[in-house]
Nanobody, 114 residues
Framework: QVQFVESGGGLVQPGGSLRLSCAAS????????MGWYRQAPGKQRDFVAR???????IHADSVKGRFTISRDNAKNTVYLQMNSLKPEDTAVYYC????????WGQGTQVTVSS
């Protein structure tokens, strides 16, 4: 079972930026497609972005052009660079495999507000 530890969230004003990190355990990380997901209050958890072991990335339409997923296989870490943040980006952000097979971590809270 792979475990995930997300970090980097916080409070930011609209238009600001944050960089999230997710450290994953396990020795198959480099071969595993990883994803970022988010859950806003009262809503279901949604897909945000995914990246293959080789670095091919796909982003949800709602974040395309603003967010960028990347990974460092040597560090077993996946990142989410978030720019031009909007209030509707407020959510708890999680990482997991894509598709999601493992238990969720604690997530990291992102709040976009003036």
């Amino acid at each position: 079972q792979v475990q995930f530890v997300e970090s980097g969230g916080g409070l930011v004003q609209p238009g600001g930026s944050l960089r999230l990190s997710c450290a994953a355990s396990g020795n198959v990380f480099s071969r595993t497609t990883m994803g970022w997901y988010r859950q806003a209050p009262g809503k279901q958890r949604d897909f945000v972005a995914r990246v293959t072991g080789g670095g091919f990335a796909i982003h949800a339409d709602s974040v395309k052009g603003r967010f960028t997923i990347s990974r460092d296989n040597a560090k077993n870490t996946v990142y989410l660079q978030m720019n031009s943040l909007k209030p509707e980006d407020t959510a708890v952000y999680y990482c997991n495999t894509y598709p999601q097979f493992n238990a969720w971590g604690q997530g990291t809270q992102v709040t976009v507000s003036s």
